[in-house]
């Protein structure tokens, strides 16, 4: 079946720190993935997402690229702020099918 | 645009008891997701409305859990009777098909806790 798997948190960086959160996925055909925040008190935001093999999502400074050959889509930041502390799930979904969401990693950026 | 809509957003009870969660989608969107949230853990889905149709409930524990969209709108997912694990936070969720790829819009989820 579909899974996917992200770097155990939580992850604590200082303000202006390089941030790697490494995600790997396991499933048929070509799923679209997906990178969700949640910030402490809400629901779920969708942060960015990549259709196919080798697209780039971006968004807030966040980036992910698909990459099928290591089926991995790790989320990176050149420079992380103390209100970028939330915490992070990577996911999957295939078409017809529903979404299957990492078990998500903790972001504590210190100030 | 108006998000997803839920309430209440915390709700303490004693084990066997019941309980009623109340989401409102984003207006226009024909699929409403709940999701079971324990904490440390990703959003496992407990059932998916297509309109007012159930599209998946594999996941949902039909022996305690009912859910229902009666006019294809708003929905009501209820416990009864809560257990002790059941404490979660409960997200609603909603998507409208464009694309390939369906985003889901999450309500702020309610937050159960059962003495």
């Known amino acids: 079946g579909n899974s996917v798997t992200q770097m155990e948190g939580p992850v604590t960086l200082s303000e202006e720190a390089f941030l790697t959160i490494n995600c790997t996925y396991t499933?048929?055909?070509?799923?679209?993935l997906f990178w969700y925040v949640q910030y402490p008190g809400e629901g779920l935001q969708l942060l960015l997402k990549a259709t196919k093999a080798d697209d780039k999502g971006s968004n807030k400074g966040f980036e992910a690229t698909y990459r099928k050959e290591t089926t991995s889509f790790h989320l990176e930041k050149g420079s992380v702020q103390v209100s970028d502390s939330a915490v992070y799930f990577c996911?999957?979904?295939?078409?017809?099918?529903?979404?299957?969401f990492g078990p998500g990693t903790r972001l504590s950026v210190l100030p | 645009e108006a998000g997803v809509a839920q309430s209440p957003r915390y709700k303490i009870i004693e084990k066997r008891q019941s309980v009623a969660f109340w989401c409102n989608p984003i207006?226009?969107?024909?699929?409403l997701y709940w999701y079971q949230q324990i904490l440390g853990q990703g959003p496992k889905l407990l059932i998916q409305?297509?309109?007012?149709?159930?599209?998946?409930d594999s996941q949902l524990p039909k022996d305690r859990f009912s859910a229902e969209r009666l006019k294809g709108v708003d929905s009501t997912l209820k416990i009864q009777p809560a257990k002790l694990e059941d404490s979660a936070v409960y997200l609603c969720a909603s998507s409208s098909p464009m694309g390939t790829a369906y985003e889901q819009y999450f309500g702020p989820g309610t937050r159960l806790t059962v003495t």
């Open positions: 996911a999957l979904r295939n078409y017809g099918q529903n979404f299957v």
């Open positions: 409305f297509q309109n007012n149709g159930v599209v998946d």
């Open positions: 499933a048929t055909g070509y799923p679209s």
């Open positions: 207006s226009g969107h024909a699929t």
